[in-house]
């Protein structure tokens, strides 16, 4: 079984429709984190949650919101999509093992805003 | 201008052939990883390198920090159709609050039989 899940996988919806975005994860990591990569531009951070109380925005955060609902769930939401949320997001969980960080990403999720 | 720059943006070669991929920055980090991305998936970590000048071999793939810790190479020998996928580096700005990880555009290769 995947240790990063993501729901939905795919996702076509119109401007203007509030959208959710759902990760869970059972490694048991505290940090998580929602990344959007689109094409030649790697991935941007989005949010990212060092525990359930800890909520911080990441360099694109404008437009979206996030929810740590406990360790293993972190959801993020378009409260209105526009166009160019059109992307591939990707849920991330992380731990520190001595001398860095190592991130471990879910499946991704494509959605496409009309 | 994103901090990490990779080089080529894309790379098509023969089954056989050797290929490296750039990572650079003008900025110091910490340490820097190399990961893979297939379709449909998300990016896997292949390595990390922590140690200005170290180089770090996974089978056929090499991996090098440049001495100053603002550049890395990955250099893979006698390429496989199974070495294709999105290659990204990414790294810790040496001096950034958060320990955010920041990522370059990534590397499109694709290894014809």
């Known amino acids: 079984d995947a240790d990063v899940t993501q729901t939905p996988r795919n996702r076509i919806t119109k401007t203007g429709k509030r959208i959710m975005l759902e990760c869970s994860q059972t490694?048991?990591?505290?940090?998580m984190y929602w990344y959007r990569q689109d094409p030649g531009l790697g991935l941007r951070l989005i949010y990212y949650s060092f525990d359930v109380k800890d909520i911080n925005k990441g360099e694109i955060s404008d437009g979206y919101s996030v929810s740590r609902q406990a360790q293993a769930k972190f959801s993020l939401s378009l409260e209105s999509a526009i166009p160019n949320q059109t992307a591939l997001y990707f849920c991330?969980?992380?731990?520190?093992?001595?001398?860095?960080?190592?991130?471990?990403f879910g499946p991704g999720t494509r959605l496409t805003v009309l | 201008t994103q901090l990490l720059e990779q080089s080529p943006q894309f790379l098509s070669i023969q089954e056989g052939e050797n290929l490296t991929v750039y990572c650079n920055s003008s900025?110091?980090?910490?340490?820097l990883q190399w990961y893979r991305q297939e379709p449909g998936e998300g990016p896997v970590l292949l390595v990390t390198?922590?140690?200005?000048?170290e180089v770090k071999k996974l089978k056929r793939l090499t991996f090098q920090f440049g001495d100053a810790r603002k550049d890395s190479s990955l250099h893979i020998t006698a390429a496989q159709p199974g070495d294709t996928g999105l290659y990204l580096c990414a790294g810790y700005p040496f001096k950034a609050a958060g320990n955010k990880l920041t990522f370059g555009g990534g590397t499109r290769v694709l290894v014809k039989p």
């Open positions: 900025s110091v980090f910490s340490s």
């Open positions: 991330a969980t992380s731990e520190w093992t001595g001398s860095y960080n190592e991130q471990f």
């Open positions: 490694k048991g990591h505290d940090r």
């Open positions: 390198v922590v140690t200005g000048g």
